[in-house]
């Protein structure tokens, strides 16, 4: 299982990004899907999962409304789009994968196999 994250970078606040993690090594359609974020000095936080295999979705209170993930299986890509940015969004963000079925739980306990992650900066 490989995860390789892009798209991060500086943005102002009320900006928008996509993140984008190419996956390879296995179908996602048999894996939950999340992206995770960690600010200096906190722990990390999930942020929204996806199963690619039914669609089905999970936020975490603070990005609900704002950020939207999404999942390409053809070309084996999970996106995180982050629309309406705030300077506490600002984090290294993580893509994570995991074999066992999607629950609402994987936004506390995390994944299997993470990315190296992609730094965004939000300036107020």
């Known amino acids: 299982v490989q995860l390789v994250e892009s798209g991060g970078g500086l943005v102002q606040a009320g900006g928008s990004l996509r993140l984008s993690c190419a996956a390879s090594?296995?179908?996602?359609?048999?894996?939950?899907l999340g992206w995770f974020r960690q600010a200096p000095g906190n722990a990390r936080e999930g942020v929204a999962l996806?199963?690619?295999?039914?669609?089905?979705?999970y936020y975490s209170d603070s990005v609900k409304g704002r950020f939207t993930i999404s999942a390409d299986n053809a070309r084996s890509t999970v996106y995180l789009q982050m629309n309406s940015l705030k300077s506490e969004d600002t984090a290294v963000y993580y893509c994570?994968?995991?074999?066992?079925?999607?629950?609402?739980?994987?936004?506390?306990?995390?994944?299997?196999?993470w990315g190296k992650g992609t730094l965004v900066t939000v300036s107020s």
């Open positions: 996806i199963s690619s295999a039914d669609g089905q979705t």
């Open positions: 994570g994968a995991d074999p066992h079925h999607l629950t609402k739980e994987h936004l506390e306990y995390g994944m299997d196999y």
């Open positions: 090594g296995f179908t996602l359609d048999d894996y939950a």
